[in-house]
């Protein structure tokens, strides 16, 4: 009698598990890239999603594309559902592309529809498009293309910033300020610099010249060209004083340049001057002064237009190796 | 009832898992609203005022060694027990629900999105039906096992989650009022009354002997105190302050985040059998509790255990689809807990055994 309750008991397990609603691994569709665009009132969405099986049964990666609109994003989902015969699963997405007009429009939607979602995981990159959706996912573009296209002109050129939805969020916490990078497309993709949001809404942008700036004061740049100079190594150190931030700047460059230095320094301040004036923290320096215990964050927005910046740059200066022979 | 038959150790691990349970019920975020990076200290205050109660409760634990808590309200309260236990009974049946729905719907958010809360609910509480026909002991030395399980995960967790905190993301401390402070520590105090209120119920003898007790009580809460410490480190110096405060669980946000070598990722799924268990041994101990209060208060025999047992399970799952519970429900339950375990330990006083 014991042992049948115990059968009973653990077949009822075995029946009431999480397998009642598993779907197959071929009967997902897995979106690697989602868009947002916002026109006339409907949001308009865009996905790729991966499909390995061919119609003989072989595998190969590749990308369909489906978009559908509506008044709300699960609307436009539900429409998608139509077009699909797979489900769709969003939890594998890598990069999320937005236009200007849902940026403006329909960001913290989004970020609330995003956060709520169980299957979408926080560590895909947002990036913002500036030319039309429908023609990025025609050409069937790939995440990866996107991703690895800004990563390596962060890396090697500065241009660029890689930006993840929980970074971006937790600037947005903090003063409702953050950035994304910026792209187009016309035939090929193409780095256009960095977008700027303030209170949720797009309020400038960097060039890629004033990126390679932005990334040199943010302490990210591996290595750059700016103005005719290769920068091939940099450091910069933040100094926060009750009424003065110093940026403290190791620059490497590559160029026996008299000017640079002087340039640099120039061009540096005018971009900080030119945001300050126009209260955008661009480099999120009231919480670093909170941080410090300098200021409250409300002290700062009074403390932070009237700081002075100040700039402590040595430049040094690498020689190439025909240079070093040479001079031997 | 098996005598002398817990070990102070097991007695250790199931308080150990039951404070730990601050960090579903209550969660992290909960004192980090409060006080921001300064809740690191609210853990230590807290922890405090909880050895501070201790001394309080003391009494109750060593009157009447043989009895359960139910045996000594009744040698206590003679003409007003029944009432007594009825409230207790409410109580502890509605934080039952309260604990049910934050486990149920935990795991249908993170794990199981498309799987009916129902078909969650119901193999976990059969799990527990099976676990509960057996002898009291059992669940400590299931408990014991767990323990090493627990602190195995959460070393692994923690090796996944260091190579991505930023320490300065700790900064700024003593950024807020010291009110602030006192009153996340009071929040994270209010974690204690349920687990103290469902290890009393255990006679003192009911251990082996010279062992449990106050000192490891406090042992307990000095242990748990240091692991909340540095799990509330790790999740602020990944996550930094404004995402812990935006998420119920942070813990499972930087579970998601650790990644081993680019090689194993996603592990959220497999680190999340150490958050379970934190719901586990609540539910336990509560179904426990109700089961030992029925059979206790209508003197029914032991023959009626599976009865009783199977009548709890049955309204724990109809209740959970009428009834939704707060956590503000959970605070002012153990504010009312906090107070009659005091009143109890008083009392005694007065009568002698």
Partial sequence: MKKTKLLFIFTLLLLFTGCSSYTELNKLGIVSLLGIDYKDEEYHLYINVVEGEQDDGSLQKEYITYDATGESIDEALHFLYLKSNKKIYLSHMDVLVLSEDVINSKLQEIINYLLNHPEIRNNFELVELSSPMNILFEEKIDSKEISDLIQMNQEYMGTSFSVTFEHFLEDILIDKNSYLPLISFDKNLEINGISLLKNLKILDTLSTEETVLFNLLQNNINQAIYKNTTIVKNETNIEIKKNQITFHLKTEINKNSNKFKENLQKDLRKILIYYQDQDYDLLKLKYKMKQNHLSSLEDSNVLFPKTSLKFDIKISYTNSYLERRISK | ?353
């Fill in chain 2, 1 to 353: 009832m098996n005598k002398h038959k817990i070990t102070g150790f097991q007695y250790f691990t199931v308080f150990f898992f039951l404070l730990n349970s601050f960090i579903p019920f209550l969660g992290f975020h909960k004192i980090t609203m409060i006080s921001n990076q300064d809740a690191l200290f609210s853990i230590i205050i807290g922890s405090i005022l909880m050895i501070g109660f201790t001394f309080l409760i003391k009494r109750l634990y060593f009157y009447l060694p043989n009895k359960t808590l139910f045996e000594k309200i009744k040698f206590l309260f003679p003409k007003g027990f029944f009432f007594i236990l009825g409230i207790l009974f409410l109580l502890s049946s509605c934080i039952l629900l309260f604990v049910t729905q934050e486990f149920t719907s935990f795991i249908h958010f993170y794990l199981l999105p498309e799987v009916h809360q129902f078909l969650i609910t119901l193999p976990f509480l059969l799990l527990i039906f099976y676990f509960l026909r057996k002898e009291q002991e059992v669940i400590f030395r299931t408990s014991e096992i767990c323990f090493y399980f627990y602190i195995l995960f959460f070393i692994i967790s923690m090796f996944g989650i260091l190579p991505q905190s930023n320490f300065l993301k700790i900064k700024p401390l003593f950024s807020t009022s010291i009110s602030s402070i006192l009153r996340s520590s009071l929040y994270f105090f209010l974690s204690f009354p349920l687990p103290l209120f469902l290890l009393l119920y255990f006679p003192k003898n009911s251990l082996k002997r010279k062992e449990g007790g106050q000192k490891t009580w406090i042992k307990s809460i000095l242990f748990s105190g240091i692991f909340l410490f540095v799990t509330l480190f790790l999740i602020l110096s990944s996550l930094g302050v404004q995402l812990t405060n935006l998420y119920k669980n942070p813990l499972m946000v930087t579970y998601q985040k650790i990644s081993f070598l680019n090689i194993l990722e996603r592990v959220e799924a497999t680190l999340s059998f150490s958050y379970v268990l934190l719901y586990f041994f609540p539910m336990v101990l509560l179904i426990y509790l109700l089961k030992e209060l029925i059979l206790y208060a209508f003197s029914l025999s032991p023959n009626y255990e599976d009865l009783v047992l199977l009548l709890l399970l049955i309204g724990n799952l109809l209740g959970n689809q009428f009834f939704s519970f707060h956590t503000n429900f959970y605070f002012s339950i153990s504010i009312f807990l906090a107070v009659f375990l005091i009143f109890l330990s008083f009392y005694s006083f007065l009568k002698k055994e």
